[in-house]
């Protein structure tokens, strides 16, 4: 079923227009384009305001299924600056309020977004949520339809009342207009997430309703490029869309695409660039357009324009088929990439959530190991310098000579002291405190390990609404306890800090001291003897996170790490809107940290 099949029945021509279908039809006006941008840019409310000494004509489309109304106000600060800005753009601050104010009634918390038309006349839009790059430059494009259709109307109402306006140039810039609008319409519906399908027999349609044709095709080029298939057309009989055909029987659609220009023929039986096209001959073919709708790397294939009588199109015809060629190849070049891209997320996906399953393995895995160390130490180990501990003492009581009971009782003094530290070594490998939470674990280690110490330390998870799954809360814990480790170890530090805080979906962790501080990017590259800062690193890498080091020589240092509660990979986003992106994000971890 073709794409104007879905639309709304034609109005007869004894009734007056009454949708937005028959009133484009019946000739562009502004009212229609409204109806129809807010339509395709699914937007809340649209405005078309023009300034007239002083004060503002407004035509406003503030609900799905009203009539656009007209009313006249003041003019207002804002539309002064919004006429002088050559780009579509965001409103914010004062230009939001009083626009907001001059225009209603428009939803309550609405964004809004303008796009100057001329030096009287710009367009305001409204919806629930913010404008992306893509809502601002599709605002824009009709801003600039809206121009078009402005300038045309009013030079076919000057023609009009002049008494020496031929019907031939009214009839033409009727047909102009009518296609501005096929043009127009083409590229809302790529902007509003049409398929490739619908794109393709929306542009069939229109054509062949514009031209007044026969018959309208449009041909995919496949691998190889000796065949193409007809992947939507019009007056064509059946089995021939979605069939396929040899480059060779259609040398006119041949010859556009290898030159790369749309090739005309007013008489295919006496052109002499080609030999007479099989295909369109057994068809009745006399007169036509072929435009070459451009590829990524090779031209996707034709768009064809096909008369059985003799005719002679003008350039604006050969201009609007090119105009549409070009549209549909941007949208379908659009579509294949956003179909790429989603497969490449999907992959990405797959491999995201791959890594996670072998980060739970892995984690397992090692903490099973550290388990089983610390049950030799403490059945094993600890059991023989008990024992040790025991025969010393039963040795000391039984010794008379005072030297060799003092050097009796400094040995049992040794093996105290290695037997608590590989108490401390237990409580290191083990982590049962998570049980009761990531904060609770960690105050518990370091009041373990700096119990009356020199160090005063502080855990603060105010902003930790959601404690991270099990196997996360695990992989933080360690790369806590190693970042506390290097600040007993090496900074010399009197305070410390951690922060926990729910961010972006997972969890932020800062670990900051007060101590000597050193030199991050050299401690972060691989070192013999010196892995800590790496294998911090690689651990939130692993559960596909980050982490990150501040620090310089005298001024302390600060451990950042942000691992996600799903490993969900984000999406590739051109420059600069990325670094942006990144910008906001390392705000928001910078501010929870603080």
């Known amino acids: 079923m073709r794409f104007s099949d879905r639309l709304p029945a034609k109005t007869e021509p004894s009734r007056r227009p009454n949708t937005v279908s028959d009133r484009l039809k019946a000739g562009l006006d502004g009212a229609a384009l409204l109806l129809l941008a807010r339509r395709a840019l699914r937007l809340d409310a649209i405005a078309q305001c023009t300034v007239d000494e002083g004060w503002v004509d407004v035509k406003l489309a503030a609900k799905s299924r009203a009539p656009v109304s007209s009313s006249r106000t003041r003019t207002w600060p804002a539309l002064s600056r919004m006429l002088e800005e050559q780009e579509a753009h965001s409103l914010v601050g004062e230009d939001h309020s009083s626009t907001a104010a001059a225009l209603q009634p428009l939803p309550a918390g609405s964004s809004l977004a303008a796009a100057r038309v001329d030096d009287r006349t710009v367009i305001i839009a409204g919806r629930r949520g913010r404008f992306t790059a893509q809502d601002l430059r599709d605002l824009q494009l009709t801003a600039t339809a809206s121009g078009l259709v402005r300038r045309n109307q009013d030079l076919l109402a000057d023609l009009r009342r002049g008494a020496r306006v031929s019907s031939d140039t009214v009839r033409a810039l009727k047909l102009r207009n009518r296609q501005q609008h096929a043009i127009a319409e083409l590229g809302l519906m790529a902007s509003s997430g049409g398929s490739e399908e619908q794109l393709i027999e929306m542009a069939v349609d229109q054509v062949a309703d514009v031209l007044r044709v026969e018959f309208v095709k449009v041909i995919e080029a496949m691998p190889g490029g000796r065949t193409a298939r007809v992947r939507a057309g019009i007056g064509w009989p059946e089995g021939v869309v979605g069939s396929d055909i040899s480059m060779a029987d259609i040398p006119q659609a041949a010859l556009a695409m290898e030159t790369n220009r749309s090739a005309v023929v007013r008489n295919i039986q006496t052109d002499r660039r080609f030999k007479p096209s099989r295909f369109l001959i057994e068809h009745?073919?006399?007169?036509?357009?072929?435009?070459?709708?451009?590829?990524?790397?090779?031209?996707?294939?034709?768009?064809?324009?096909?008369?059985?009588?003799?005719?002679?199109?003008?350039?604006?015809?050969?201009?609007?088929?090119?105009?549409?060629?070009?549209?549909?190849?941007?949208?379908i070049t659009a579509r294949r990439a956003e179909t790429e891209l989603r497969s490449?997320?999907?992959?990405?996906?797959?491999?995201?959530?791959?890594?996670?399953?072998?980060?739970?393995?892995?984690?397992?895995?090692?903490?099973?190991?550290?388990?089983?160390?610390?049950?030799?130490?403490?059945?094993?180990?600890?059991?023989?310098?008990?024992?040790?501990?025991?025969?010393?003492g039963v040795l000391a009581r039984q010794i008379r000579d005072p030297a060799r009971k003092e050097m009796i009782g400094g040995l049992a003094q040794t093996v105290e002291t290695a037997s608590n530290r590989?108490?401390?070594?237990?409580?290191?490998l083990r982590a049962d405190a998570l049980q009761d939470g990531l904060a609770a674990a960690l105050r518990s280690y370091l009041a373990e390990i700096w119990e009356g110490g020199p160090v005063t330390w502080s855990v603060n998870d105010e902003k930790l609404t959601d404690d991270p799954p099990p196997d996360l809360r695990l992989v933080a814990y360690r790369i806590c306890q190693e970042a506390i480790s290097n600040v007993r170890k090496h900074s010399g530090a009197s305070r410390m800090a951690i922060t926990l805080a729910n961010v972006d979906g997972g969890l932020l962790a800062g670990i900051a001291d007060n101590g000597a501080g050193f030199d991050a990017k050299a401690h972060l590259r691989p070192q013999p003897g010196h892995l800590g800062l790496v294998a911090m690193r690689e651990r939130a890498e692993l559960a596909s996170g980050w982490l990150r080091v501040k620090s310089r020589i005298g001024k302390g240092s600060n451990v950042e790490f942000w691992i996600p509660f799903e490993a969900v990979p984000e999406p590739p986003m051109p420059r600069p809107e990325a670094r942006r992106a990144r910008q906001r994000k390392r705000n928001r971890a910078e501010s929870a940290i603080d």
């Open 422 to 428: 590989l108490r401390g070594l237990i409580f290191e």
């Open 344 to 392: 490449s997320l999907q992959a990405l996906h797959r491999t995201a959530e791959e890594r996670h399953r072998l980060m739970r393995r892995l984690v397992d895995a090692v903490e099973e190991e550290r388990k089983r160390i610390a049950g030799d130490v403490h059945d094993d180990y600890l059991q023989v310098l008990a024992a040790v501990t025991l025969r010393l």
């Open 284 to 331: 009745g073919i006399v007169s036509g357009i072929s435009s070459v709708i451009r590829g990524k790397t090779a031209p996707f294939g034709e768009l064809g324009v096909h008369s059985p009588r003799l005719r002679r199109f003008s350039r604006d015809d050969v201009n609007f088929v090119r105009a549409m060629a070009n549209t549909l190849a941007e949208a």
